[in-house]
């Protein structure tokens, strides 16, 4: 009897840290520039808040124009200090719309990918 109780409270109290491992995937909690806005100016870089920490080896972000070209000087990064940042140095950029791209893997191996825009007006 005493080891079905075990078995029984066993079960339920692994439901819900079942349920958080499952929700552990880092998801994009903010971002500056934030996504859909317009800016008077161009930002020098982009910084990607997540929910989790990142695999710096296999977490990165690009920025694309208007026409889907390239525009970053080089792959966004995992912050040293913060590694739940992504950050990205920007290139001098010009009135129009652009997207920011990433991929970044969490700690626990899931891999989240996405993307947003924002614009820089005339």
């Known amino acids: 009897m005493y ?3 075990v078995a029984i409270l066993s079960i339920v109290l692994a439901i819900p840290l079942a349920a958080a491992l499952v929700e552990a995937h ?3 909690a903010r971002s500056e520039p934030a996504a859909a806005s317009t800016l008077r100016s161009a930002p020098a870089e ?3 808040w997540f929910t989790e920490h990142l695999e710096p080896t296999f977490s990165g972000a690009h920025l694309l124009d208007g026409e889907q070209r390239r525009v970053d000087g080089a792959e966004g990064k995992v912050d040293g200090t913060n590694p ?3 950050r990205m140095a920007l290139p001098a950029l010009g009135a129009g719309s652009y997207t ?4 970044v893997v969490s700690i626990d191996s899931h891999v989240t990918a996405g993307e947003l825009s924002f614009s820089i007006a005339r």
Request: glycine share 0%; aromatic share 6%; net charge positive.
């Open 100 to 103: 920011i791209v990433y991929r």
């Open 3 to 5: 080891a079905r109780a």
């Open 26 to 28: 880092a998801k994009l």
């Open 84 to 86: 739940a940042l992504l």
């Open 46 to 48: 982009v910084r990607l």
